[in-house]
């Protein structure tokens, strides 16, 4: 062999060498700093979930997402539960100020009652995230429905089911919860500046059920004897308004009364619509918020920024159920979710 040809021998070697070399190293991959980051900079936090209670559809459901998220993320998340008492809740927001996690998740009794201490919260450094239910005190972020559109659309549905000539009369009901929560003030304005431009559609009871479906039916069970041509009814939850559904059935007239609701989209939810107690379901479902509360839990962890320093807020999306729409892919149920 001529010494030319033994270089480019030598030469093919050495390439062979490099490149056989350089495809192990590819074969092991390479480090994603920004993955290393994201789950180095999660690691260890904590995050506390305060509810209005446990153990109802919408708590629970945020609750299984938060806590995947967590596990898989590593770390930690705790509920301190109030089980329906403002004052307990109160209590244990005030306890937390004190503890310093780095995130609470709040669910609001109404605007005013913890708007002082969500301050405090921030100003301590906490950053707050609020869920469905907003305050008077804009913090971080705020994820949920947007309580003004679903009055919108569920007035917009009434006048197109009880507007003049329409239906057995123009008259309609009105079942709020508690009159100072966000669910209440924010859709009742809603409800009343689609209202406002159709006089003809009279609102003859406007009554608070705190939440509970049996006042709902005793409620709506007088209303329909003071006013049997009752043509809609709305209310502010699917919960409570089940109630409000036995009412106006039991009186034969769940033909008559178009019976607008609102709730997480639970599959218990979506059956009322299938069974006709629910003529009008308007869903804010509940795996989405969590998946969008997960995401700003995540992001306010990581970012640079000082508790209270960015506000931000998300209205999600709503979906109007009824029988033509109602399926399983609208619908839930918790061992879907967790």
């Not at 039916?217 to 939850?237: F, K, N, Y």
């Not at 990581?302 to 506000?311: Q, R, V």
């Amino acid at each position: 062999m001529k010494l030319g040809q033994l270089a480019l021998a030598a030469a093919t070697a050495l390439a062979m060498a490099v490149g056989l070399t350089g495809a192990s190293a590819q074969d092991k991959g390479l480090e994603n700093p920004r993955s290393a980051a994201f789950h180095s900079g999660l690691e260890g936090k904590k995050v506390v979930f305060l509810p209005l209670s446990m153990g109802f559809d919408l708590t629970e459901g945020w609750a299984a997402r938060m806590r995947n998220q967590a596990k898989r993320l590593n770390y930690d998340f705790q509920i301190r539960d109030p089980a329906w008492s403002t004052d307990a809740g109160t209590r244990a927001l005030q306890s937390l100020i004190s503890e310093k996690p780095d995130l609470i998740v709040a669910h609001n009794p109404d605007i005013q009652s913890y708007a002082r201490l969500l301050a405090q919260a921030q100003a301590a450094g906490i950053k707050v995230v609020q869920i469905n239910l907003e305050s008077n005190t804009q913090t971080d972020s705020y994820v949920g429905a947007d309580w003004t559109e679903i009055g919108e659309q569920a007035a917009l549905a009434v006048v197109d089911k009880c507007g003049a000539g329409k239906g057995k009369s123009t008259k309609v009901a009105i079942d709020t919860g508690v009159p100072t929560a966000a669910s209440d003030v924010f859709q009742l304005d809603g409800i009343y500046r689609v209202l406002k431009k159709h006089p003809e559609i009279q609102v003859v009871s406007q009554q608070a059920t705190e939440y509970n479906a049996e006042k709902a039916r005793s409620i709506m069970e007088t209303v329909l004897q003071q006013h049997p041509d009752l043509c809609a009814g709305i209310g502010i939850w699917d919960n409570q308004d089940t109630g409000t559904a036995s009412a106006i059935k039991a009186a034969g007239k769940s033909d008559q009364v178009f019976l607008v609701t609102s709730g997480g989209g639970n599959r218990v939810g979506c059956e009322n619509v299938t069974n006709g107690n629910f003529s009008l379901y308007i869903s804010y479902n509940v795996p989405l918020q969590g998946d969008l509360l997960n995401q700003e839990i995540a992001r306010l962890l990581l970012s640079k920024s000082k508790a209270g320093e960015t506000k931000t807020m998300y209205f999600n999306p709503l979906t109007l159920i009824t029988k033509d729409n109602v399926n399983q892919r609208n619908c839930w149920t918790l061992d879907d979710i967790k």
